[in-house]
């Protein structure tokens, strides 16, 4: 057991009210509303929970970085640098858009009609990678050290370090620490960040307690940086094993400007970001020619068997060649 962190106090806390996103979307977003519009390097969280037909077919981003980690069913992915593959539970996708991307984001139809549920995470990227080359990383749910510091503690470390156990890799260009904790009744934990980290935490099952205030399911908490770490428990009569998500990330002294997917530092420099795009440059050179083959939907039975890559309908068009 590491020693006692000083903990840091709330800023502020809220439910994260589910909104509907076309038929069998379901997004609940704490940051990118009108109660946190950004907490650096923080940009945006959407809970999802997305059925077929639904699903966010061709669309770009600049400028960021978008963290995606899925919590149950499959989840598919392709873009115009011919990047393609299949989320499964427990996996995550870091995607740095840098000068450009445009892809898909479609959930795969499962046999049992369940739903597909994950957290979506955008992330700013500093000033001078703004225009970097597109770039993907996967981290796959048996990469990800799992930490058990007691018998009501469960730690999965996707990022950073958590009682003594490291992550795997660096993921994001943006510094971020992430974690995923399951606290069982009864249970106590804390987790450190750097002092130049903005922190929250975001509950996905049960309830929780932050410095003896109640936190329920589906609340998001941010933190002031007036501590070491964030510490908490789930009371002892609760009636369920709480699970929720903790992260931090460097906080970037920019300005942040921001048009959907699109995140600049100036007017400006955005509206050159809206030329590029509209006129296939700088970046969008790809996007003249790209229609994703998933937008219009995929199929459980069309995935090639194992994590990656892609599908049937890809390997056939490979096949041809
Ligand atoms: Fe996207």
């Not at 923080?42 to 978008?66: C, I, K, R, W, Y």
């Not at 919590?71 to 299949?86: L, M, N, P, V, Y």
């Not at 981290?139 to 730690?155: C, F, G, M, S, W």
């Not at 994703?292 to 892609?310: H, N, Y």
């Amino acid at each position: 057991m590491s020693e006692m962190v000083s903990p840091r106090s709330i800023l502020k806390y809220f439910l994260a009210v589910a909104q509907e996103e076309g038929v069998g979307a379901k997004v609940r977003r704490s940051i990118g509303t009108m109660q946190v519009r950004n907490f650096t390097p923080f940009l945006m969280l959407d809970h999802f929970n997305v059925s077929p037909p639904a699903g966010f077919p061709d669309h770009p981003h600049h400028g960021q970085e978008t963290i995606t980690y899925l919590i149950s069913g499959k989840f598919a992915h392709e873009d115009f640098t011919g990047s393609k593959g299949i989320l499964n539970p427990g996996d995550l996708q870091f995607m740095t858009a840098g000068k450009g991307i445009v892809h898909s984001e479609i959930p795969v139809a499962a046999e049992d009609g369940k739903p597909v549920t994950g957290m979506q995470l955008w992330v700013d990227l500093p000033k001078e990678l703004k225009n970097c080359e597109p770039r993907y990383r996967d981290l796959r749910a048996k990469e990800i050290p799992v930490v058990k510091p007691n018998d009501k503690v469960t730690v999965k470390v996707i990022s950073g370090k958590s009682y003594g156990t490291e992550s795997v890799k660096e993921l994001a260009y943006t510094p971020i620490d992430y974690y995923d904790f399951e606290v069982a009744p009864g249970g106590e934990f804390q987790q450190e960040f750097p002092k130049d980290f903005n922190v929250f935490l975001y509950v996905m099952d049960g309830s929780i307690s932050i410095n003896d205030t109640p936190i329920k399911q589906y609340n998001a908490v941010f933190f002031n940086t007036d501590g070491d770490g964030v510490v908490g428990k789930v009371p002892a009569d609760a009636k369920e094993t709480a699970r929720f998500v903790i992260i931090g990330g460097q906080k970037l002294d920019q300005p942040i400007i921001q048009h959907g997917p699109f995140v600049e530092t100036s007017r400006e420099k955005m509206y050159e970001v809206f030329m590029n795009y509209q006129t296939y440059q700088n970046g969008f050179e790809r996007a003249e020619r790209f229609a994703s083959s998933i937008a219009g939907g995929v199929k459980e039975a069309d995935l090639v068997d194992g994590d990656l890559p892609g599908n049937k309908k890809e390997k056939a068009i490979k096949d041809e060649l």
